[in-house]
């Protein structure tokens, strides 16, 4: 590991004995870092799931205004990216340094797709008078005070999920620079697994997301 | 994960199985399942999760105390829930308005 | 040994303490936090005693009384008591005692101070910009519609607090399953290093739902959106069932690491083994899970269904278990011991004590017909400070008095930590014995003018919290000067069998010379004392 | 001046408490006393005395550790049952209960008896019958604490709660805020006077110029001009409201629920919410329009239509099997 001149800041630190101890602790790491994140955005499931047990019907009219195929080629932009990312990862497996840069360069332009859809998205809902706060008005029920309920959730899950996809974004920049100077090599990529990890619960959190915001009682419209 | 590195193949079919579960899960929604679109559409998501933790997260290679941890994170998600919709549904049962 | 270099002295400047990836300067520098916070508490402590001398409410105004609980509650829990213990001894010995040279994720440990440092700033500016009177519970609508004063700044403290602790916890998991020394099996390793382990599982598991709850409350109060409002639908009850989800484990992140410290004393004053050693690690880890099953029984009068309520008592009864094992075993320790009078050993006395009350007056609360009348009197008030005060400082003041010579190189003067044990634990009892009385009379919390019949067991509680205060200043003066005037000591000053005693004392950098390789079980002190043989 | 250590005995809940309390009592006396005790005995036999003395270790038993768990938990299983049972009693008002409203606000009592009497800060009742509060908060949540009572309930904006007692003893106790509720939190108290029932008698007629409650409804009903869609015999565009208190509704989605206090609440400030079969979602919102005290004088005036005698009756408790509305399990409604 020594012999690389940027090595000592990447590779083995002195806490560890073997470099699989230390990819060992950083995987793991994630890992618990996953949970916490798991719990953090399960605050916000658990108040969903509260409000639509207590409001289902205007949950579902707030759900049915919201472009449920928006949302689903939205998803789909996502789940392409996971799988850029995974071929990002396998490329680092094998000491690829190009395909590292062309699968991240293509995870980070569908994350950005992503996120342009949902500023579009979230745009749309501000003409239409749907952002919570003063200036809320939801046609079609006069029960307003539900409705702005499911978008105040609405904006704190998804917006928290961007937020994500932020950070994982400035992630990717970081992982490409040093993938750039050709720091990942199939022994040393634990940088890219981990971050792979991170981008894939960003999605999973996603596949959830969807169904539960998009797609109630479509069936109605 | 250097020891597994799977095939491409692996990966693409993933892949396209999660955009047909999106486009299910999409087009469901507009079936009239009562009760049911909510547990259908919960389902799909978990099977999703579970391709993406399983093949893209290398779940499947991981060692069990990973496997462990991940599965502790939703036993905890599940008391949360659980516990406070236990309070939420059985609310006024006793013929009192709270309590 | 004068030129030997160690962790205190590898480098004099500021920067070399600022930016050090050594768990046991960060430690150090957690140390000086927690303890600036402890001070600030404190103040805000005496300020509120000396006002509840007058029934009348003449010292300060309410606003200002309001303000005063608040934010020491706010200082002791998120600032002193969560990362009292973990942060400090944990850091600073979890490494050393599984034989590691440092944790898993040295970087990401000193991020974790300075995020408690930003999050104590931000605090901090909120109590000095004017303050904050929503109590440390922030319950909801008044967090978020009514109170004017600095909620935001204090919620941003916390929760940025909040991730300080979580990266601990995760650091503190990772260390334990991958940094053991060769030969330090899981039943090898010492109590304090389940304590901690147990106790990284609830921060993990459980900060990050207050810290969303926190950016919930938040965005309400800022964006006026409505997650918890009535005016909306929203349910402010959902707002305490979310808060004390993280809230109750919280208790057992500032207790559970007191546990460990007291294993660890009592084993060592007694010579012997902990009694019951499986027994004690596993009660750690129930208590982290049964922990998280019982958040509802803050809720019994909160219009929370009685069906929720009885299950959240009934599991409430579980958590006693694994606590009362912990107390039994270690009183079955001293049992044909060889028994020391060190001051660690008159707190680790004082701490089974005091834990006794505030466990079993814990086993009142649970109960509903009974918490029905004393919840939120100061019944409640007296014990949970049984627990944390006369457990968790009791037992950090104990575990500071049992380390200061590996972590200084240098002891403490006896006499004057033996006396200001004393005075601590009968200053405690005096202030807060009179408060359970207080609580069943009826005396409600955060009450700033009350009832003149109440007066002369406040004035009671008053006078124990003086002398509790005095009891706090010793150990701060005569530490400090045993930094420079206390006797040096050699590796093993206790005859103790932890791996963090086989290493000089201060620790050089790396804590060990050479990775020790552990072939005995935790606290076999024939290992470390032969009969006849010089200790030391 | 009086130093009481033991609060007043004055409702029926009193004399359960401090029994259980007792018992506390005991059972945590007799384990502090046995560790302390055991920690002293210890601490001297078996003192260090001399520096290298190595003790033999003791091993744990099996049954030793299970005994000592098992046993206290025993005994902690009499506290939960013995408090449940205090707390049952406590939640199920029984059906003579007289009732009474009770609204909270940043920082008073506000109370209204059924017969017309307003208070504030105080509540006057009578020893030996049930008295049931149906109890709001205008804004933050507020807790009615009367400790001679031993009852406490949270006082929560958007809901009813409800709490009962019946007191034991004429006297005068304190009534206090025990949730923190803003700056004048400790000023937020009062005084609950207990009267022998002709004194009651005598404090009721004094107040009559008020106008009961349901008459206060009455009076807001037509104000509001209710009765133009709410017609007497059901031909208008809503609902009658005729004989609707404690029956079961259906509703335009399917549920049926009860039409309790909190239902007709939320009828009156959110009118959507639960839609009668057969009607359309025509009314507006009364949020705003009308105070938690005008809503609590509108559902007496919407019980006293109901045909059964509903003078001091208060509401039958509901059957379990009764689905409870908006915060029940409405699956059917996806």
Request: hydrophobic share 50%; charged share 15%; glycine share 8%.
């Amino acid at each position: 590991m020594a012999e690389h001149a940027h090595a000592e800041s990447l590779a083995l630190r002195e806490q560890f004995d073997t470099a699989e101890q230390q990819k060992e602790s950083s995987t793991f790491g994630m890992w618990i870092f996953l949970i916490t994140e798991v719990m953090f955005f399960g605050g916000l499931f658990l108040a969903y799931t509260i409000y639509r047990n207590t409001y289902p019907t205007v949950f579902g009219m707030a759900s049915t205004s919201l472009n449920a195929v928006i949302g689903a080629l939205n998803t789909a932009v996502l789940l392409c990216s996971s799988f850029t990312m995974v071929m990002a990862v396998r490329a680092a497996q094998l000491g690829k340094r190009k395909a590292i840069i062309v699968f991240l360069i293509l995870t980070l332009l569908l994350g950005l797709v992503f996120l342009g859809v949902k500023a579009y998205e979230w745009n749309e809902k501000y003409v239409e008078h749907h952002i919570p706060g003063a200036s809320f008005h939801f046609e079609g029920t006069a029960q307003q005070g539900p409705a702005q309920l499911f978008f105040s959730l609405y904006f704190a899950m998804t917006g928290l999920h961007a937020l994500h996809m932020v950070i994982g974004a400035g992630i990717l920049c970081w992982l490409l620079y040093h993938a750039a100077r050709g720091r990942f090599t199939a022994e040393y990529m634990t940088p890219v697994d981990i971050a792979g990890l991170y981008w894939h619960f960003v999605d999973i959190i996603w596949i959830f997301l969807f169904p539960l915001l998009y797609l109630i009682d479509r069936h109605m419209k | 994960m250097s020891e597994h590195v799977d095939s491409v193949k692996t990966y693409t079919a993933v892949w396209l199985i999660l955009l047909v579960l999106t486009g299910v899960t999409t087009a469901v929604a507009y079936i009239d399942l009562g009760a049911f679109s909510i547990v259908v559409a919960l389902v799909i998501a978990a099977v999703k999760m579970l391709l993406v933790a399983l093949f893209f997260m290398h779940m499947r290679h991981s060692t069990s105390l990973t496997k462990l941890a991940a599965a502790g994170a939703f036993l905890w998600l599940f008391f949360m829930l659980a516990f406070t919709l236990a309070d939420v549904w059985t609310r006024g049962l006793v013929g009192t308005p709270g309590r | 040994m004068e030129t030997r270099e160690h962790y205190l002295n590898a480098g004099h400047s500021l920067k070399s303490w600022l930016l050090t990836k050594d768990h046991k300067r960060i430690a150090i520098l957690y140390l000086i936090t927690v303890t600036i916070f402890f001070f600030i508490g404190g103040i805000f402590a005496s300020l509120i005693r000396v006002e509840l001398m007058t029934p009348q409410g003449d010292l300060v105004s309410s606003e200002t009384y309001n303000k005063l609980f608040t934010m020491h509650g706010v200082a002791m829990i998120f600032f002193f008591l969560i990362p009292s213990i973990p942060a400090t001894l944990g850091n600073f010995f979890l490494p050393m005692m599984i034989g590691a040279r440092d944790l898993a994720f040295p970087r990401v440990n000193l991020l974790s101070w300075y995020l408690l440092v930003i999050g104590g700033a931000f605090a901090l500016f909120a109590m000095l910009a004017g303050g904050v009177d929503t109590g440390w519970t922030f319950y909801t609508p008044y967090s978020t519609t009514y109170s004017n004063t600095w909620v935001i700044a204090t919620a941003l403290g916390i929760f940025v607090a909040g991730f300080s602790s979580i990266l601990t916890g995760l650091n503190f998991i990772v260390t334990v399953h991958r940094m053991r020394a060769p030969g330090l099996t899981w039943f090898r390793m010492p109590l304090f290093v389940w304590a901690n382990y147990a106790t990284a599982v609830i921060q993990v598991l459980g900060t990050p739902v207050v810290a969303v709850t926190i950016v919930l409350v938040f965005c309400e109060r800022v964006f006026h959106i409505g997650i918890f409002d009535p005016a909306l639908g929203g349910d402010p009850v959902l707002f305490q069932h979310m808060f004390w989800f993280y809230s109750h484990p919280a208790v057992y992140i500032m207790v559970l690491p007191a546990m460990g410290v007291i294993s660890e004393i009592i084993s060592v004053y007694s010579r012997k083994p902990v009694f019951g050693y499986h027994f004690v690690a596993f009660s750690s880890m129930a208590i982290a899970v049964i922990g998280f099953l019982v958040w509802g029984h803050h809720l019994f009068v909160s219009t929370q269904s009685v069906y929720a309520g009885l299950v959240f008592s009934f599991l409430s009864y579980f958590v006693a278990i694994p606590s009362a094992v912990k107390v039994f075993n270690w009183t079955a320790t001293l049992y044909k011991g060889s028994i020391s009078y060190a001051t660690p050993m008159l707190y680790a006395f004082g701490f089974i004590g005091l834990f006794t009350i505030g466990g079993l007056t814990g086993l009142f609360v649970a109960s509903l017909g009974f918490d029905v009348h004393v919840t939120d009197t100061y019944f409640v008030v007296a014990h949970f400070h049984y627990v944390m005060v006369g457990g968790t400082i009791m037992a950090f003041l104990g575990g500071l008095h049992y380390w200061w010579p590996k972590m200084t190189g240098r002891m403490y003067p006896e006499n004057w930590a033996k006396l200001s044990a004393a005075i601590i634990f009968i200053g405690f009892n005096l202030t807060f014995f009179p408060q359970f009385i207080l609580g069943y009379l009826g005396m409600p919390r955060r009450y700033h003018v009350y009832p003149d019949e109440f007066q002369v067991l406040h004035v009671l509680s008053t006078a124990g919290a003086s002398v509790l205060a005095i009891g706090y200043l010793f150990p701060m003066v005569y530490l400090m000067w045993s930094l420079r005037y206390g006797e040096v000591v050699g590796r093993n000053p206790w005859g103790a069998t932890g791996l963090e005693w086989k290493t000089q004392s201060p620790p050089p950098v790396h804590n060990f010379d050479e990775i020790p390789v552990v072939t005995h079980e935790a606290y076999d002190y024939s290992t470390v004392i032969k009969e006849g043989v010089e200790v030391g | 001046m009086k130093v009481p250590l033991f609060p007043e005995q004055a409702s029926n809940f009193a004399p359960d408490v401090d029994h259980l309390l007792y018992y506390l009592v005991a059972v945590s006396v007799f384990f502090t006393v046995l560790i302390f005790a055991a920690i002293f005995y210890f601490a001297i036999r078996y003192r260090r005395r001399s520096e290298h003395e190595l003790p033999e270790p003791v091993h744990a038993g099996l049954a030793l550790e299970i005994a000592w768990s098992v046993i206290p938990f025993g005994l902690t299983m009499i506290m939960f049952g013995w408090g449940a049972n205090i707390f049952f009693k406590e939640s199920r008002p029984p059906k003579d209960a007289a009732q009474v409203y009770v609204v909270a606000k940043q920082w008073m009592w506000k109370v209204q008896h059924m017969e017309g009497q307003r208070e504030i800060n105080e509540l006057h009742i009578p020893v030996g019958r049930p008295v049931k509060l149906v109890m709001t908060s205008e804004d933050v949540i507020h807790s009615f604490f009367v400790p001679a009572f031993r009852t406490k309930q949270d006082v929560v904006p958007g809901r009813y709660s409800t709490t009962w007692f019946t007191a034991t003893k004429p006297g005068k106790y304190h009534l206090f805020c025990a949730e923190y509720c803003g700056t004048k939190h400790s000023g937020m108290g009062g005084w609950v006077y207990a009267m022998e029932p002709q004194d009651y008698q005598i404090w009721l007629s004094g107040g009559r110029a008020f106008g009961s409650l349901a008459e206060n409804g009455e009076k807001l009903y037509q104000d509001l001009a209710c009765g133009n869609c709410h017609k007497v015999d059901g031909s208008g565009r809503c609902p009658s409201l005729a004989g609707l208190f404690g029956r079961n509704v259906q509703l335009a989605d399917g549920r049926v629920v009860k039409a309790d206090e909190a239902y007709l609440r939320e009828s009156i400030l959110q009118p959507n919410a639960k839609v009668v079969a057969g009607y359309q979602p025509l009314m507006p919102t009364f949020q705003g329009l009308v105070t938690e005290e005008g809503v609590l004088q509108l559902i007496e005036y919407i019980k006293s239509l109901s045909p059964q005698p509903a003078a001091g009756a208060g509401t039958t408790p509901a059957e379990i099997n009764v689905n409870p509305g908006a915060a029940g399990a409405a699956p059917s409604n996806r």
